[in-house]
């Protein structure tokens, strides 16, 4: 009887302790991204004015209060002197600010720090960059160009334009998430233009997502096709330098303003892949960017001019943005901005900084980071971006003597420049989760503080990400959960750059990806009538000879590009660092690596590495199970067994096709490859039809 009851009682209670567990795994699919959190107690808040702004701040703070329960916060507009645009003063009950903006990201700064337990002294925070914008690659019709998350939120075709109510709740909740990092811009639309985007038609659909945005503290920004003025105004030239072309961009600034009072400006590929641009007119790059400015002058407006140009000419192609733009320094308008790409190629999974930053001392400069994993497993790799833009921003470009960072040649910290700014591509679509997988969020996430912020350590951006995003609603251990979530996973975010890099394109190899599809690997991929700059074997030079890209004295001399020291540095091989050896050099299969081992070897080492590191990641994932929704938990996991899998066949495709070269075997202590190359490259055949390679 007794041992009925105890069992009875012991069921009870394991009955009330699965429902607790079970509701605090409730399925997730991940919409609302970091801003999970609501309220645990109540709070008053005091602020002097009403605006849609100041409202939305005033009612984050009561859904979102952590806080002592009851607490008075104040949220004062003041003039102080210290604070930059949209910085504010920080306190545990009070926040000030000279704009509403600021008071906006006061707000958010404090509930993030209450849900991750950071604490809240008297601090003035102020914005690294003026200008945070997302860059949206999204096409009228619906599709996003480099998107893998859907279609887009923006546009749903041409003959699509009514705008609905679930638009605009789906603008609200993307503008909430910016403004909730500081992201404080977006071009709504594809640098590779269309110039239907500027039709009355188009233009109205923009003034209604403008205007959801606004409240949020996010302006407003299109990119334009430089040949506009002749396929929809039916001038015979898009000169910049004709009257009429000007007259044609006047008016339509003075179209776009009526509709959109704050719109922030212009972001222009031009004369790049096939883009129009003034060197069709016989006019230069500051031509048709000044031509740009002047127009949106007397509005505020900016222009965003791509320096991402390249032809296939006999110069190295990563030399080329900067023999183009260096000789217009000072040339361009005050409110012109060179948007410059981290690399000097494309979106590499690792490259060196491109050597424009610093270099163009009287032109304002900004970067461009790829938040969408074009080049790094799309949707489907789990890579947190955050180390590679900070290696990016922490690197010294030696222009102004040491110290002379990226990050403070481009936030106005060296050079005095009016606008500053940074521009991450975005990887955002109409997948329930935004961005196709739930660990790519952490990009958008860590794209927007670092833009807030550029001295932010990844680990801290990881930090805060997770505990945002996975923090189970209802508590458990929490030393368990430091330990068997927390600090693995965060682990694992730092790690997995390395790791793609590893299994992808080590020691400074780049863009030997398959045809166009930019996923999977094909070092072999050269059709004979392709331009060669789109091939891989361009970049990889892998020869009986050896491997890599001459770029020292000897070789193409992009080395040159770069300032003392580090000419010097990157064009020997003692100094050079062995993340970016065949980036600068060609080298013997033989060459003795700083571990003692060959190239050849050490190549083999760090593909295999990159392996192992996935499969590690699985089984951190797989132990963090009960410490996730079954809904994410599973959607992870499964992306991460494709990782693994597509990880060994990058690794058996780059170095069974590099070893019909090296015709050195792979060390018998690493695994033996699993794939055949034979069937790699057949795979990749049946993927050819997806076009060129850029
Ligand atoms: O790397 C290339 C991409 C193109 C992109 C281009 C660019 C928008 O493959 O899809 O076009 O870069 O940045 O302009």
């Known amino acids: 009887m007794l041992t009925n009851k105890n069992n009875q009682v012991k069921h009870t209670v394991f009955c009330i302790f699965f429902l607790i567990f079970s509701i605090g795994l409730k399925a997730e699919d991940g919409h609302r991204l970091w801003l999970r959190a609501s309220a645990t107690s109540p709070v008053i808040v005091q602020c002097a004015r009403h605006s849609a702004t100041l409202d939305i701040a005033v009612n984050e703070l009561k859904k979102g209060w952590q806080g002592r329960p009851g607490e008075t916060v104040i949220l004062k507009l003041v003039k102080d002197k210290q604070l930059k645009n949209d910085g504010f003063r920080l306190s545990a009950t009070e926040i000030q600010a000279n704009s509403e903006t600021g008071i906006l990201y006061g707000v958010y700064e404090l509930l993030r720090r209450q849900q991750t337990g950071e604490p809240v002294r008297n601090e003035l925070i102020n914005p690294s960059y003026n200008l945070r914008l997302l860059n949206h690659w999204d ?66 659909r923009a003034k209604a997502i403008a205007d959801v945005l606004r409240p949020y503290g996010i302006k407003t920004f299109l ?9 929809i105004g039916g001038l015979e030239t898009a000169d910049p330098l004709d009257p009429e072309v000007k007259k044609w961009w006047y008016d339509k600034a003075k179209e776009i303003y009526s509709l959109i009072p704050d719109f922030g400006g212009f972001l222009v590929k031009a004369n790049s892949e096939g883009q129009p641009g003034p060197q069709n007119f016989g006019r230069t790059h500051a031509d048709g960017a000044n031509m740009m400015a002047d127009v949106l002058l007397p509005y505020g407006g900016i222009v965003m001019w791509r320096a991402f140009v390249y032809d296939p000419s006999d110069e190295d192609r990563a030399k080329q943005a900067y023999n183009e733009f260096m000789p217009f320094d000072g040339q361009f308008r005050e409110n012109v901005i060179i948007q410059v790409k981290n690399g000097p190629i494309d979106f590499q999974p690792r490259e060196p900084f491109s050597p424009l930053f610093g270099a163009m001392k009287h032109t304002a400069v ?98 805060e990400w997770l505990k945002l995003t996975f923090k189970p609603e209802k508590q458990f251990s929490p030393i368990d959960w430091n330990l068997i979530f927390l600090l693995p996973v965060k682990q694992m975010m730092l790690e997995s750059h390395e790791a793609t890099v590893n299994y992808m394109m080590p020691l400074g190899l780049h863009h030997i990806f398959a045809a166009n599809h930019h996923y999977g690997p094909g070092p072999w991929w050269a059709p004979k009538d392709w331009r060669k700059d789109w091939t891989p074997p361009y970049y990889h030079q892998a020869g009986d000879d050896g491997i890599g890209f001459d770029r020292t004295a000897n070789g193409s001399n992009a080395v040159s590009q770069y300032h003392e020291p580090l000419t010097t540095q990157l064009g020997n091989l003692q100094t050079c ?20 081992r060959t190239l050849w070897d050490e190549l083999c080492y ?89």
Request: aromatic residues 12%; hydrophobic residues 40%.
């Open 223 to 231: 990119a334009v096709n430089f040949a506009s003025p002749q396929v």
């Open 366 to 463: 900004m970067p461009e980071l790829q938040i969408t994993q074009e080049y790094l497993g799309q949707s489907t790799h789990l890579v947190f971006l955050s180390t590679m833009w900070e290696e990016f921003l922490q690197s010294d470009t030696w222009q102004e003597g040491e110290g002379s960072t990226v990050a403070r040649c481009t936030d106005g910290s060296i050079f005095d420049q009016k606008y500053s700014a940074i521009a991450g591509v975005a990887n955002i679509g109409l997948d329930a989760n935004w961005c196709g997988h739930h660990f790519a969020q952490a990009n958008w996430y860590a794209f927007g503080r670092l833009a807030w912020d550029n001295s932010l350590s990844s680990a801290q951006i990881a930090d």
């Open 606 to 694: 760090h593909y295999d590495e990159g392996v192992q590191q996935v499969r590690q990641f699985q089984k951190i994932w797989d132990k963090a199970e009960r410490f996730v929704d079954a809904e994410r938990f599973s959607a992870v996991q499964k992306k991460l067994r494709e990782q693994s899998l597509n990880a060994g066949e990058w690794k058996d495709a780059c170095l069974l096709y590099f070893q019909q070269f090296s015709k050195m075997p792979v060390p018998y202590e690493l695994e033996r490859p699993v794939n055949n190359l034979e069937t790699l490259m057949e795979k990749d055949r049946r993927m050819l039809h997806r076009g060129p390679t850029n």
């Open 577 to 596: 660092p062995e993340a970016y050896l065949l980036w600068f050099h060609h080298l013997p299969w033989d060459y003795n690596m700083k571990s003692g």
């Open 139 to 204: 096409n009228l019709n619906g599709t996003i160009e480099r998107g893998y998350a859907g279609y887009s939120i923006f546009w749903h075709g041409e003959d699509s334009l009514a705008v609905s109510d679930r638009d605009k709740k789906l603008w609200a909740e993307y503008a909430r998430a910016n403004a909730s990092v500081g992201i404080n811009g977006s071009v709504l639309n594809n640098v590779n233009a269309s110039p239907k985007m500027l039709t009355s038609e188009i233009l109205q």
